[in-house]
Nanobody, 122 residues
């Protein structure tokens, strides 16, 4: 069970720039099936970005992420990452990482970070 999730790496960047988000997890029996990233822009619903199987590395991307974002894990550090390239103003949102059973629904994740803001200016 994941007891603590710490996410970071957000910030402000110009259009076309890149940001790498991190997600560190800890717990007495840390053994999640998957890590996911979601985002929520002001006035919009939470949106699926990507998830990865924690042990095997199989990844799945939502439409906004395909071709631009890469999700990865470092099992030795119990840390996951979301590399975001060619960012656009519409990518501005709070990004949340979460651990759970995987998939595109936020209901499938039960341990969440507090979120990290990414702001992209034109």
């Amino acid at each position: 069970q994941v007891q603590r999730v710490d996410s970071g790496g957000g910030g402000s960047v110009q259009a076309g720039g890149a940001v790498r988000l991190s997600c560190a997890a800890s717990g007495r029996t840390f053994s999640p099936y998957a890590m996911g990233w979601f985002r929520q822009a002001p006035g919009k619903e939470r949106e699926f970005v990507a998830f990865i199987v924690w042990s095997g590395g199989d990844a799945y991307y939502g439409a906004p992420a395909k071709g631009r974002f890469t999700i990865a894990v470092d099992n030795a550090k119990n840390t996951g990452y979301l590399q975001m390239n060619n960012l656009q103003p519409e990518d501005t949102a709070v990004y949340y990482c979460a651990f759970g059973s995987g998939g595109t629904s936020f209901a499938s994740y039960d341990s969440w970070g507090l979120g990290t803001q990414v702001t992209v200016s034109s």
